[in-house]
């Protein structure tokens, strides 16, 4: 009796936080996406890459400003995984010009 008890609070904590935890792993898998791409434009164009600090922090920013703005106007999570690959790569694509 005292098990289940335990396992239905246990079971309650974790569904009433799953949209935060579904949002934190959203945010992680952007932020690697935003270094992947980020290094990959690197490679490709002939620009000085900017401090780790620096582009952590950007990455950082943007991305909480991504998974606000979207989960506000109800955009597919497909669409911020794309922005996360596309805007750093298109930043350095400038930069090389």
Do not use: C
Not at 28 to 48: C, E
Not at 49 to 69: D, T, Y
């Amino acid at each position: 009796m005292i098990r289940e008890a335990k396992a239905v609070v246990l079971n309650y904590i974790y569904m009433t936080n799953l949209p935060i935890y579904v949002y934190f792993f959203y945010f992680l898998i952007g932020i690697g996406l935003n270094v992947i791409s980020y290094n990959v434009a690197i490679n490709n164009f002939n620009t000085t890459q900017a401090p780790f600090f620096v582009m952590f922090l950007l990455f950082l920013v943007g991305n909480i400003l991504l998974i606000l703005l979207l989960q506000l106007i109800s955009f597919h999570i497909g669409l911020y995984f794309l922005l996360s690959i596309i805007i750093p790569y298109a930043v350095v694509w400038r930069t090389d010009f």
